[in-house]
């Protein structure tokens, strides 16, 4: 036995190196309440799923009661109301070209899904194309077809000689999106036929170091794609219901995906759900007499009835006033906030998009590895508010309610952090 006396393994965690885990009992709204009696500012919406802070009563009282009813039932042959309501009510939020809705469990399976339907219409068409294509810095989860789709990274360089090829388009940096869209347009016509699918982080690159770019860009690159034939999968997952302002990132961009991915805040936060939405061509490429063109694709849980109801919850409350007015409400501070920090001499290439503000700390050392990204993880604890930097890049992503003094608290430790790093170095 290593270092920590429990069985479990946690995710991202090098147990060797770090100390023990923080024992959580309780949340509410964004704070959470550790067994020794501390309370913590989520700023991070718990890996970016909380949108409406913890335990919101409404999607509580909703898997309560769903509990009472139905807990699971096998997804082939079967339907329930949960998942009727949430297909209704999800095609009736999202752009109305996509009106077939598939479920999974997470983003990771949300974008496994897409891969496969882009990939299998094409197929069923009678006219397969091989190729993937996908933005440098990209991150669509970690199961082997995620991996792949996303950047090569120190996340997943062991596992590179089982992925399969993607064809990667440089990152549209401000001032040099046209490369994107050249690179993007070399790929189609060196590969006429071939590239079945682009799938791509609307507007922010999340896990890739919420790296920003043009919805401009976005609707080049769209326009390619419907050109070319190709599908463009917009990978929402952490984007999608709000966080950048809008329901999602890409109608910023004026554009309907082919096929949309949403997970994390699907739910709010409260249980795992994926769904992966498409439009009519896509569907019937697969609708047939023909029983090789079933969408072979399912998980144990799929459909499951609480996730579903957690959903509807989740879907009702966005479309409340009081949502709508703390997303205008954050948007807003986020961007007050973020313009006193860029003033500081080490704190670089601040930005926003929406509920999102991040910024890069001027380090010696840079990167994911950063040493750096550690110890703020520990001094921001230490003062009780949960933020992870990604290496050197610091960014703050709450739950829509928080209140202006937490938010306010956040910022107060991000420059207290910043002031003694420009100490430590002098
Ligand atoms: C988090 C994330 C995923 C993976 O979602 P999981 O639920 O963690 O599997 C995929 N795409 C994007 C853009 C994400 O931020």
Known sequence: MTGHASALWHPFTQHARTDAPLFVERAEGATLLTKDGRRIIDGISSWWVNIYGHNHPAIVEAVKAQAEKLDQVIFAGFTHAPAEELAASLTALMP?????????DSGSTAVEVALKMALGAHIHRGKPRRMIAAFQHGYHGDTFGAMAAGAPSVFNEIYAPWLFRVER??????????????????????????????????????????RMYSPTVLRDLKRLCEAHGVY??????????????????????????????????????????????????????????????????????TGNPLSCAAACASLKLWQTDE????????CKAQEEHLGAIAAHPRAVNARHRGTIAAFDLRAEDAG?????????????????????????????????????EALNRIYACLKEALDSVAQEEK
Not at 96 to 104: C, E, I, N
Not at 178 to 196: I, S
Not at 254 to 267: A, E, F
Not at 323 to 330: G, M, S, V, Y
Request: net charge negative; aromatic share 10%; glycine share 10%.
């Open 232 to 301: 463009l999968i917009a990978d929402e997952v952490m984007t999608g219901f709000g966080r950048t302002g809008t329901l999602l990132a890409s109608q910023q961009a004026d554009i309907v995906p082919d096929i949309l991915c949403l997970s994390k805040g699907l739910t709010g936060g409260m249980l795992p759900l994926g769904a992966t939405l498409c439009g009519d061509d896509i569907y019937q490429a697969f609708y047939s007499s023909d029983r090789n063109k079933t969408f072979w694709h399912s998980s144990s849980y």
């Open 96 to 104: 109305p070209a996509l009106h077939h809705v598939f479920l999974s």
């Open 169 to 210: 388009l440089p990152f549209p940096e401000a001032g040099r999106e046209e490369q994107t869209v050249e690179a993007f347009r070399t790929l189609l016509k060196e590969h006429e036929n071939d590239v079945a699918a682009l799938i791509v982080e609307p507007l922010v690159l999340g896990a890739g170091g919420m």
């Open 368 to 404: 994911y590895f950063s040493r750096i990204g550690p110890k703020l993880y520990s001094f921001f604890l230490a003062r009780g508010v949960l933020l992870r930097p990604l290496g050197n890049t610091l960014y703050v992503m709450p739950p829509y309610c928080i209140a202006p």
């Open 323 to 330: 949502t709508q007015k703390n997303i205008a409400r954050l």
